[in-house]
């Protein structure tokens, strides 16, 4: 039964632990260089202030127990769990304290994770975490440290600290009370490093490069709970270690799997560096080619046709083979999307349709003729589903002053994986497309473009700054519909929402204010 609940487990980091609803999206590049803050002006009182998007902080937890929970059935930690409850509760006459203190051992679990969260937000700062996901040397790092990660779990070498550290804690856990304890916490930390060193190491940095000040807390606290509740459960009910499935070979099948996991979240750091500075090296077709190539020797290694020096099982079982099947069968998925297919599954981790050389989708979506006028930007965007659309504000308001149709301000950034969900999922929808393309101008200002224009400033600073001076938000994406005579927000802006009436209603509501203006 519990072979059966890692194979959604597998799944859902797959998909879930990137694609989690972050702000603030972005990459890296050749000439490295982070976006400055932008101080904010004050805005008129008549402004609508827009809509403030609640923080996607629900998700970095549960990314964060996910991966706890990942972490606890590895081969370091899962035989560790009855010695260390039996160790504290037979070493007590009194089983209310032996509970107390396996309750204190997980609490001490969750300090030190917390604390560790807690030590990445001090020592970059609440602005820099934000400027983590816009800066191109941390996002390269970033791919590189993921890519180490998913070596050590393949097996070509372990993550380790130093047996120092290790012995100098290992000194420490005959105290007395709580200090002992916490010792003990400390050395399982310590000594499950190979384990749970690049789970760790993934979850911080997907919490960093969310923008948000607690993401790495948060996440970390997420993580610690799953890693120490089984701990305490356990001490209250010692029956339950009877039901443990036995060590074995399943342990190494699961560290195997997330290496591969690991492994393809990686590109996405890759892509966000290709996208920012328009190298074109790692368009949409070479990261399928890619990703259809790890799925393809992940479903293989779990079927049984592929070896690595893991030490796992012989032979599989039913759960690995209908994991294999999954796998395989999201191998194949895949496949469609060299011509063109949107694969809306995945679409918000893949690079954007417009990379695609061959596509034979996005020439059935739409019946939009380009701007007669050259579009300034041209040469570096392109609008999803073939659209019309501007890349410079002062440039589209121009036109929508003289074609009388309000605006469509998408903030979007090239690595924002909700911005890629909603072109894919929510924008081609026969309610939403049709107002996008007729009814509104459409103006895309990317926050995070690395492109210079005047002096050291990029098309990105231009555009984050006047989403926080203008518009009071910094988060993507960021819809704000716009009367382009008076320059004012129709309807409170609107990020997200993966409903396409809602979304639909959103931009008609907008157009009624306008026409009644």
């Known amino acids: 039964m519990s072979k059966i609940r890692l194979t959604g487990l597998l799944l859902f980091?797959?998909?879930?632990?990137?694609?989690?609803?972050?702000?603030?999206?972005?990459t890296a590049g050749l000439t490295f260089m982070a976006i400055q803050p932008v101080k904010k002006t004050a805005k008129p009182k008549d402004t609508p202030i827009p809509s403030k998007q609640p923080s996607p902080l629900l998700p970095v937890f549960i990314a964060g127990f996910l991966g706890g929970l990942a972490a606890l059935l590895m081969p370091c930690i899962f035989p560790m769990l009855p010695l260390t409850v039996g160790f504290f509760t037979k070493r007590q006459e009194k089983h209310g304290k032996g509970v107390r203190d396996a309750s204190l051992y997980g609490l001490a679990i969750?300090?030190?994770?917390?604390?560790?969260?807690?030590?990445?937000?001090?020592?970059?700062?609440?602005?820099?975490?934000?400027?983590?996901?816009?800066?191109?040397?941390?996002?390269?790092?970033?791919?590189?440290?993921?890519?180490?990660?998913?070596?050590?779990f393949l097996g070509a070498f372990e993550l380790t600290l130093p047996n120092k550290w290790i012995n100098n804690a290992e000194a420490h856990t005959g105290s007395n009370g709580f200090a002992g304890i916490f010792m003990m916490a400390a050395v399982l930390a310590l000594v499950s490093f190979s384990c749970t060193g690049p789970i760790i190491g993934t979850l911080l940095v997907q919490a960093a490069t969310s923008g948000f000040r607690m993401g790495p807390a948060i996440g970390m606290l997420g993580f610690s709970l799953a890693l120490a509740l089984p701990f305490v459960l356990f001490a209250l009910f010692p029956a339950w270690l009877q039901k443990l499935p036995k060590s074995g070979g399943w342990m190494n099948t699961l560290k195997v799997s997330l290496g591969f996991i690991e492994l393809a979240l990686s590109l996405k750091f890759l892509s966000?560096?290709?996208?920012?500075?328009?190298?074109?090296?790692?368009?949409?077709?070479?990261?399928?080619?890619?990703?259809?190539?790890?799925?393809?020797?992940?479903?293989?290694?779990?079927?049984?046709?592929?070896?690595?020096?893991?030490?796992?099982?012989?032979?599989i079982g039913v759960?690995?083979?209908?994991?294999?099947?999954?796998?395989?069968?999201?191998?194949?998925?895949?496949?469609?999307?060299?011509?063109?297919?949107?694969?809306k599954s995945v679409a918000a981790f893949l690079p954007p349709q417009d990379t695609q050389d061959f596509d034979l989708y996005t020439a059935l979506q739409t019946k939009a003729a380009p701007p007669a006028t050259t579009v300034k930007y041209a040469d570096l965007f392109h609008a999803p589903l073939g659209l019309r659309a501007f890349f410079d504000y002062q440039e589209g308001l121009a036109y929508a002053k003289k074609v009388h149709k309000p605006v469509l301000i998408d903030f979007t950034g090239h690595a924002c994986v909700n911005c890629r969900k909603m072109e894919a999922d929510i924008w081609p929808d026969p309610k939403v497309l049709p107002l996008i393309r007729d009814r509104y101008v459409l103006i895309q200002l990317y926050v995070d473009d690395k492109t210079t224009t005047a002096g050291d400033t990029t098309i990105g600073d231009v555009n984050s700054g006047l989403q926080a001076a203008k518009f009071n938000s910094n988060s993507q994406p960021d819809y704000v519909l716009l009367d382009p005579a008076t320059q004012q927000p129709l309807v409170s802006s609107q990020g997200a929402v993966y409903d396409a009436p809602q979304y639909a209603a959103f931009l008609s509501e907008g157009l009624n204010k306008f026409h009644n203006r």
């Open 13 to 26: 980091l797959l998909f879930s632990l990137n694609g989690k609803a972050t702000a603030v999206q972005d």
């Open 110 to 152: 969750i300090l030190i994770y917390v604390g560790l969260g807690m030590l990445v937000t001090v020592l970059f700062g609440p602005a820099a975490l934000n400027r983590l996901a816009t800066n191109g040397i941390f996002n390269f790092c970033f791919f590189l440290l993921l890519l180490l990660f998913a070596a050590s």
């Open 272 to 315: 966000n560096v290709d996208l920012a500075y328009h190298w074109h090296w790692f368009d949409r077709e070479v990261f399928l080619v890619v990703w259809i190539l790890i799925t393809g020797c992940f479903a293989l290694y779990l079927l049984g046709k592929l070896h690595l020096a893991d030490g796992g099982e012989s032979a």
């Open 319 to 343: 759960p690995r083979l209908f994991m294999g099947i999954i796998v395989g069968a999201l191998s194949l998925y895949l496949v469609p999307g060299l011509w063109g297919a949107p694969l």
